[in-house]
Nanobody, 125 residues
Framework: QVQLVESGGGLVQAGGSLRLSCAGS????????MGWFRQAPGKEREFVAA????????YYQDSVKGRFTISRDNAKNTLYLQMNSLKPEDTAVYYC??????????????????WGQGTQVTVSS
C-alpha cells in the first residue's frame, strides 16, 4: 500500500509555469507505475501523464505534449509534473495516482489503485 500527498498547486498567469510534487510513503514506491490526472469543474477526471515504475517510459495526453514533463525520483519517493506554457484550460484539480503494472494501458484511470487528495491549479488569462 502507498499513501500519496500532492503539493505545488496555485494560481499562475497564462504562459507561466508550475511544478507539482507527489510524495509517496512506504518502501514500495519504486514498484508502482505513477500517473497524473486532473478534473475541471463539471468535467470527468482525465489522464494527463504517466511514468512507468522504472522511469523508462513516459506517456502524455496530446494536449500537454511538449508543455508538461513527468518525472520521478525513487530514492526520494517523489513524483513530479513540470508544467510550462500553462493555459486557462489547464485549470483543474490535479491528482497523482499509483498502480502496480499490468496489461491495462497506463492511461486508463480505472487501473490505478491509490490516489492523493489533489492540488488546485488555476491559470488566469
Amino acid at each position: 500500500q502507498v499513501q500519496l500527498v500532492e503539493s505545488g498547486g496555485g494560481l499562475v498567469q497564462a504562459g507561466g509555469s508550475l511544478r507539482l510534487s507527489c510524495a509517496g510513503s512506504g518502501r514500495t514506491f519504486s514498484t508502482y507505475d505513477m500517473g497524473w490526472f486532473r478534473q475541471a469543474p463539471g468535467k470527468e477526471r482525465e489522464f494527463v501523464a504517466a511514468i512507468t515504475w522504472s522511469g523508462s517510459g513516459t506517456y502524455y495526453q496530446d494536449s500537454v505534449k511538449g508543455r508538461f514533463t513527468i518525472s520521478r525520483d525513487n530514492a526520494k519517493n517523489t513524483l513530479y509534473l513540470q508544467m510550462n506554457s500553462l493555459k486557462p484550460e489547464d485549470t483543474a484539480v490535479y491528482y497523482c495516482a499509483a498502480r502496480l503494472g499490468g496489461r491495462i494501458p497506463i492511461f486508463r484511470i480505472n487501473s490505478y489503485n491509490y490516489w492523493g487528495q489533489g492540488t488546485q491549479v488555476t491559470v488566469s488569462s
